[in-house]
């Protein structure tokens, strides 16, 4: 059993005049776009500046992208998913390469999957960049034409100090893991400030199961990981294109992938990071609007977002926009379909991500890459058609390139979190087990896999081997012997058919999370 410790960040009254500085306008600017990166500032306007402040440059913001500006406004930090730079897109030192070299490679320097890096705030100027990613091993092994496809394996963080190099910036912890050797969705990942107003929880989902990650970042140190486990969904389709968030108050998450057709939902608590009241709601068809499909339906899933007030929940399709309103029990008038395509079937781009502007609007990006537009929602918090849909109404400035008018295209919006919510009222205080350890280890060998009997562990420190069903109740446990590992065995005879999970603690910490299919012959 873990040691429990409190953690008081400073004094309290320090620590209040503190927790003010997450009210900024961290989310001012958003950085955007394929080889002609756009701005968007939020400056209380009725309609957010877009500006193309860069020259033509080989960076992509297409996917994978997060930034985060100063509390003034500024913009100090963009991240491709790969790298880190300073608000004119110079690399910050140390801040290129922040995944393995295979998956760079691969995919040209910058990351397409959808939220695949964000970046959180911590006081004196420290801010840290969170990537998942996939290790050397997982991308030569599973991604060639003859295998499916490769997960991540890897939930890797990344410390940036901004006082360093005379305010140039620089990465003073690189590539540290979270999590290794694991099944994680490739999107999929959100952060909630915690209910103190100045650290922060990082939520990840796996893959396969309905499991979630939970980390927590204090300005001095990140523990975890915290596990929780739900029954449904298992968002096993393929997960290039989804998306994970909070309400604005922090207390609802969900969560959908792409070809779920399923959305979860849960109460989330922002001072012991616990999700409850678990439901998972099924997408329902609405019509494609295409003239040359009308017999055709789209129940597709590929992003969401709550509405600033938290009443309702946006869904995205690949080609429809749709409103569950959460207080509203009538299957009959609960859902809202939005929006069809905003533009003819032979341009339509498809919808992907959507996120909130500090404008109280939501922005929807598109998965092709190949406009120059978004469409907005302009008034969220209303119910069915009285939201209002503008299509392709956040337009991008075109420019002239060897004398031709040129545009350039833009995929989604950047991932962040809501940066200026503030601390509970009460305020709570994080109480938590020991820091996290990133102490690399040999990988945990489980076999065999389905198993109607013993199951044999090889392990490479001692500690604790936890199983448990998919409502996270234990039922079975073993004690692994020895500093340097060993090989152990657990009849699992009188489990009943079915999925469990297997947990390899070492130090008290989780190390390994692996699924287990229990059958009886």
Same mark, same amino acid.
């Given at each position: 059993?873990?040691?429990?410790?409190?953690?008081?960040?400073?004094?309290?009254?320090?620590?209040?005049?503190?927790?003010?500085?997450?009210?900024?306008?961290?989310?001012?600017?958003?950085?955007?776009?394929?080889?002609?990166?756009?701005?968007?500032?939020?400056?209380?306007?009725?309609?957010?500046?877009?500006?193309?402040?860069?020259?033509?440059?080989?960076?992509?913001?297409?996917?994978?992208?997060?930034?985060?500006?100063?509390?003034?406004?500024?913009?100090?930090?963009?991240?491709?998913?790969?790298?880190?730079?300073?608000?004119?897109?110079?690399?910050?030192?140390?801040?290129?390469?922040?995944?393995?070299?295979?998956?760079?490679?691969?995919?040209?320097?910058?990351?397409?999957?959808?939220?695949?890096?964000?970046?959180?705030?911590?006081?004196?100027?420290?801010?840290?960049?969170?990537?998942?990613?996939?290790?050397?091993?997982?991308?030569?092994?599973?991604?060639?034409?003859?295998?499916?496809?490769?997960?991540?394996?890897?939930?890797?963080?990344?410390?940036?100090?901004?006082?360093?190099?005379?305010?140039?910036?620089?990465?003073?912890?690189?590539?540290?893991?979270?999590?290794?050797?694991?099944?994680?969705?490739?999107?999929?990942?959100?952060?909630?400030?915690?209910?103190?107003?100045?650290?922060?929880?990082?939520?990840?989902?796996?893959?396969?199961?309905?499991?979630?990650?939970?980390?927590?970042?204090?300005?001095?140190?990140?523990?975890?990981?915290?596990?929780?486990?739900?029954?449904?969904?298992?968002?096993?389709?393929?997960?290039?294109?989804?998306?994970?968030?909070?309400?604005?108050?922090?207390?609802?998450?969900?969560?959908?992938?792409?070809?779920?057709?399923?959305?979860?939902?849960?109460?989330?608590?922002?001072?012991?990071?616990?999700?409850?009241?678990?439901?998972?709601?099924?997408?329902?068809?609405?019509?494609?609007?295409?003239?040359?499909?009308?017999?055709?339906?789209?129940?597709?899933?590929?992003?969401?977002?709550?509405?600033?007030?938290?009443?309702?929940?946006?869904?995205?399709?690949?080609?429809?926009?749709?409103?569950?309103?959460?207080?509203?029990?009538?299957?009959?008038?609960?859902? &809202? =379909? %939005?929006?069809? $395509? *905003?533009?003819?079937?032979? /341009?339509?781009?498809?919808?992907?991500?959507?996120?909130?502007? @500090?404008?109280?609007?939501?922005?929807?990006?598109?998965?092709?890459?190949?406009?120059?537009?978004? &469409? =907005? %929602?302009?008034? $969220? *918090?209303?119910?069915?058609? /009285?939201?209002?849909?503008?299509?392709?109404?956040?337009?991008? @400035?075109?420019?002239?390139?060897?004398?031709?008018?040129?545009?350039?295209?833009?995929?989604?919006?950047?991932?962040?979190?809501?940066?200026?919510?503030?601390?509970?009222?009460?305020?709570?205080?994080?109480?938590?087990?020991?820091?996290?350890?990133?102490?690399?280890?040999?990988?945990?060998?489980?076999?065999?896999?389905?198993?109607?009997?013993?199951?044999?562990?090889?392990?490479?420190?001692?500690?604790?081997?936890?199983?448990?069903?998919?409502?996270?109740?234990?039922?079975?446990?073993?004690?692994?012997?020895?500093?340097?590992?060993?090989?152990?065995?657990?009849?699992?005879?009188?489990?009943?058919?079915?999925?469990?999970?297997?947990?390899?603690?070492?130090?008290?910490?989780?190390?390994?999370?692996?699924?287990?299919?229990?059958?009886?012959?």
């Amino acid at each position: 059993m873990n040691r429990k410790i409190w953690i008081l960040l400073c004094f309290f009254t320090l620590l209040e005049l503190n927790v003010s500085a997450q009210s900024g306008k961290w989310g001012n600017i958003w950085v955007q776009g394929d080889n002609v990166i756009f701005t968007t500032t939020f400056n209380g306007s009725s309609v957010p500046v877009n500006q193309w402040p860069y020259p033509m440059t080989q960076l992509f913001f297409h996917g994978g992208n997060s930034n985060i500006c100063d509390s003034a406004g500024n913009l100090i930090l963009v991240s491709d998913g790969y790298n880190i730079y300073d608000r004119n897109l110079a690399l910050i030192e140390g801040g290129d390469t922040l995944v393995p070299n295979v998956i760079y490679n691969r995919y040209d320097g910058s990351s397409v999957v959808q939220q695949s890096s964000i970046i959180l705030p911590f006081p004196n100027g420290i801010y840290r960049l969170i990537t998942p990613t996939a290790s050397d091993s997982e991308m030569t092994n599973w991604l060639n034409p003859n295998s499916g496809r490769a997960l991540f394996d890897l939930l890797l963080y990344n410390e940036i100090d901004m006082n360093a190099n005379g305010g140039a910036g620089k990465v003073t912890k690189r590539m540290a893991p979270l999590l290794q050797n694991v099944k994680l969705s490739k999107t999929q990942m959100m952060a909630c400030l915690h209910g103190d107003g100045q650290s922060w929880w990082l939520l990840k989902q796996a893959s396969d199961t309905n499991m979630i990650y939970k980390f927590l970042f204090t300005a001095d140190s990140v523990y975890g990981p915290y596990v929780q486990g739900f029954p449904e969904p298992h968002f096993t389709k393929y997960d290039i294109c989804g998306q994970a968030m909070f309400s604005a108050d922090g207390t609802k998450y969900a969560a959908t992938v792409q070809g779920a057709y399923k959305v979860f939902i849960a109460d989330f608590d922002r001072c012991s990071g616990m999700l409850s009241n678990p439901k998972v709601v099924e997408v329902p068809p609405s019509p494609y609007l295409n003239p040359g499909f009308n017999n055709e339906a789209d129940s597709s899933t590929s992003g969401l977002c709550f509405s600033p007030n938290g009443r309702f929940l946006y869904i995205n399709g690949f080609w429809s926009v749709r409103q569950l309103d959460l207080q509203d029990n009538n299957p009959a008038t609960k859902w &809202s =379909v %939005i929006a069809g $395509p *905003d533009t003819t079937w032979q /341009a339509f781009q498809l919808y992907s991500n959507i996120y909130p502007g @500090p404008d109280g609007r939501l922005y929807i990006g598109n998965w092709g890459g190949l406009q120059g537009q978004m &469409s =907005v %929602i302009t008034n $969220p *918090d209303a119910k069915g058609s /009285a939201a209002g849909f503008c299509p392709k109404c956040l337009r991008f @400035p075109g420019f002239l390139f060897r004398g031709v008018m040129t545009f350039g295209s833009v995929t989604n919006p950047p991932c962040m979190p809501n940066y200026s919510l503030g601390p509970t009222n009460p305020i709570c205080y994080p109480t938590v087990s020991v820091p996290h350890e990133p102490t690399p280890l040999a990988p945990l060998r489980i076999y065999p896999n389905p198993v109607s009997g013993m199951l044999y562990v090889e392990y490479p420190a001692s500690g604790q081997l936890e199983i448990s069903d998919m409502t996270s109740r234990k039922v079975a446990s073993l004690t692994l012997p020895g500093k340097d590992g060993g090989k152990a065995s657990l009849s699992l005879e009188r489990l009943p058919a079915g999925v469990f999970v297997c947990r390899y603690f070492v130090n008290g910490s989780l190390r390994e999370l692996r699924k287990i299919i229990v059958v009886h012959e």
